[in-house]
């Protein structure tokens, strides 16, 4: 694993995006947790972490979940190379405030539409006429990309025949589509851990619907064509094996470059953050300074305490 100290990684915000193990066990140590493994004890603070990746061969004690949660970083089960994400922990804010705001856009067309065209205007660095229908925009994106690829595989002297990745077959890949895999894998945990931190939903997608992570893959979109697409065919021209493990680390710094956790917040909130709640659905306290505290109880035309027996009462 050779992670070295890992007290030099910074905040949340400031850039920091995962940290991929396996083979070894997660225990807490202290208010953080640690890693044991053949080669000693790793201390991981937790605290300046996003998204804690728990590859094969990992096991992880109850207290260091406790420890993660209490930290606001994110563990998330995946498979070897961080591809395939099979569950997670909790997040940081314990507020439903912004899942409210993201469903009231979600649920109604003409928002939900507006948000779609703020990605796609943010995907193409310009704004996106009103004129242009759904299938255009589609087009268009298909369009982006595939010069996108093209682009940076004239750029790296990589030889380039399309996105090809099946499942059941990972080795049948060429090498440069296995580290897009497995890197595109990484920027969904790291979008995950951003989205669910924020209090969002990740299956409440805009552009992507139908599955537990359509809002990641919406987000993910918005940073490919400057992480993990040049990152990936960069290593493959480089050539230095594991190939996947050599673009997990080159991809985490160029997170870190590009400061991705922090525009991804901004994204959220330039997204999101249009939309004003309604006083009525405004809580009463604040869940984030008080996580054991009741939460309110819907009135029609706002809330009241909960945690509070009304038996006998005609209201407050």
């Not at 991929?20 to 991981?44: I, M, N």
């Not at 992570?213 to 993990?228: C, F, G, I, M, R």
Request: with cysteine; charged share 25%; proline share 4%.
């Amino acid at each position: 694993m050779a992670l070295g100290d890992l007290h030099i990684l910074p905040k949340f915000r400031d850039g920091l995006s995962y940290l991929y193990v396996e083979h070894c066990r997660v225990e807490q140590e202290g208010k953080a947790v640690a890693l044991w493994d053949a080669r000693g004890v790793t201390p991981v603070p937790c605290a300046s972490l996003a998204l804690l990746l728990l590859g094969p061969g990992t096991q992880i004690s109850h207290a260091a979940v406790k420890a993660l949660a209490d930290c606001g970083c994110l563990a998330a089960w995946c498979g070897e190379e961080g591809v395939r994400f099979y569950a997670s922990g909790t997040g940081e804010t314990r507020s439903s405030r912004n899942l409210q705001k993201q469903v009231l856009l979600w649920a109604r067309e003409e928002t939900r539409m507006k948000v779609v065209r703020t990605m796609y205007a943010m995907r193409f660095g310009e704004v996106v006429p009103d004129t242009l229908s759904l299938q255009q925009l589609r087009g268009r994106e298909g369009a982006r990309m595939r010069d996108a690829y093209q682009r940076i595989a004239q750029e790296t002297g990589v030889p380039w025949s399309g996105r090809q990745y099946d499942r059941n077959s990972w080795n049948s890949a060429d090498p440069v589509n296995r580290v897009l895999s497995a890197a595109n894998s990484c920027l969904y945990g790291v979008c995950h851990a951003a989205i669910v931190s924020l209090g969002y939903s990740p299956a409440l997608g805009f552009i992507h619907t139908g599955k537990q992570l359509s809002l990641v893959y919406d987000l993910a979109d918005l940073y490919k064509v400057e992480t993990t697409i040049p990152v990936s065919f960069e290593t493959v021209r480089e050539g230095t094996t594991p190939l996947e493990r050599t673009a997990r680390i080159r991809l985490r710094d160029r997170f870190r470059e590009t400061r991705l956790l922090e525009r991804i917040v901004s994204d959220l909130d330039a997204l999101f953050g249009s939309v004003d709640l309604a006083p009525q659905d405004v809580g009463l306290m604040d869940p984030d300074e008080d996580m054991a505290a009741p939460g309110g109880l819907w009135n029609g035309d706002g809330q009241v305490l909960g945690g509070v027996c009304y038996e006998a009462s005609d209201g407050p």
